[in-house]
């Protein structure tokens, strides 16, 4: 609904308030994307969850994912990858946004884990307000189911589900596993999905297929994995009718594998496994982590209750049977006298071996006595021995002082040797290099004087050939005199 408001400017002002029809349709079409696979989801986050009928210690608290914050609007596909991460990964540790409230475990759990403990079933460590873990369940279903199912439809046996088995159902728990077979056999029977649940087995042998035995187990598979062994499946029952008439207001999110057995498992009323762990809820919250001590709950459930109470029946009957079986003997025993024929034979028995222990003793004592006369001269040679090496010890120390002063002194002289050496070496050098001066100004010397002999005798030549040329000019000079004159 539109109000329209006008104020005292004369401007508009528009209020929208109420809850309209088209405001139910836009509510309408988000809640139908939201339980479609396409389309958008819109999700709103509450801070505040409670685990129903657990009790969680710290460490159990640290052993959950918190949701990834995430736009509130988002795409299909961006919801399946992030599935796919948070599919990854255990839940870890507790984080803003998933508050876990510890609650006690109830009678029914506490009286149920405790059958299963005296069963040998379940390990006498377990809490109950652990986590259970795929690994644990599977083990423990295996266990409890091979043990007291009459019935060989719904029995699994390891050792005959695994007879001629050459494929492992799961890639991520192989042969060296310690929970293989179990694991295994519960994928033979089809009570887990696997590589084994393909009608297509020869296209489905090389599709990956993990089991995360790590993981904690949600509530669909540990009712799922337990009504598969306990119900058999009305044929005529379409997936459609099945969510309709489940009756859990979340039935959209169940797996269609778990949808035929979880709602035989709801018309059983008081004897309906998921009422008898959860009690009456109308979410069922498919992917909601379990402790153990409702995995407990609903191993002991269904025909399971009566199968093993009459165990308990048998072993009280056993246990009785052989109290009065002892108590018979004994009053037998005790008519005839044997008892106490057979306690005074053990006493004269027990006075013998008294007396001969004795005698031992007293021999033993006497050994104890030489050996330790013997001891005792051995210790005064070996003081004397000891003596003797401590003198010697003493002269040897004695020794490797003067031995150690020799050594100095001969390090000493050796440096100073090698300092002589060095000097010498020094001197040597210095001649050779002076030597190598003596000889290169010899050798210049010896070149001066050959160019001096060379030089003097150029001049000598060159003194005659001007001799020769004055007495040539002293003749010409004649020559031209006389020829004046005449």
Known sequence: MIVIIFNDSGLPAFLLFGVGTSVVALLAVFAHYTLSRKGFVLRFSNPFHVVDNKS?????????????????????KEVDVTAKVISQHKWEEGKPGRVV???SADATQQEALL???NLKIIDDEVKADELCTRREYARWLVLVNSKFERNPRSRIVPSVALAGSTINAFDDVNHEDPDFEYIQALAEAGVVPSKL?????TSDLDSSK??????????EDLIGWRAKLEYEVMPGLTEEILRNKIGFLDARELRSDVLPVLFIDTLANDKSITRKVFGQVKRFQPGKPCTKAQAAVALTSGKMTELIRDEFSKLEAENSSREFAMKDIKSELLERGDIQRFWEKKIEDENSRYL???????EVLK????????????VAAYLKEKAALDCQKQLLSRLKEEVDEMKERLAYERANFVDEKHKIHSTVSELQVNYEKIIDSKSILEAELEALRILRSWIEDEAKKGQARTKVLEEVGRRWKWGSRS
């Open 56 to 76: 969680l210690s710290s460490e159990d608290t640290s052993k959950v994912d918190d949701v990834a914050d995430e736009p509130v609007v988002e795409n299909v």
């Open 101 to 103: 409230v510890p609650v």
């Open 115 to 117: 059958w299963l403990k």
């Open 197 to 201: 649940s393909s009608n297509d087995k």
């Open 210 to 219: 993990s089991f995360f035995p790590e993981r904690l187990i949600s509530r």
């Open 356 to 362: 001969e222990a004795e005698a031992a003793y007293l």
């Open 367 to 378: 050994d104890l006595e030489h050996q330790k006369i013997e001891q005792d001269n051995v």
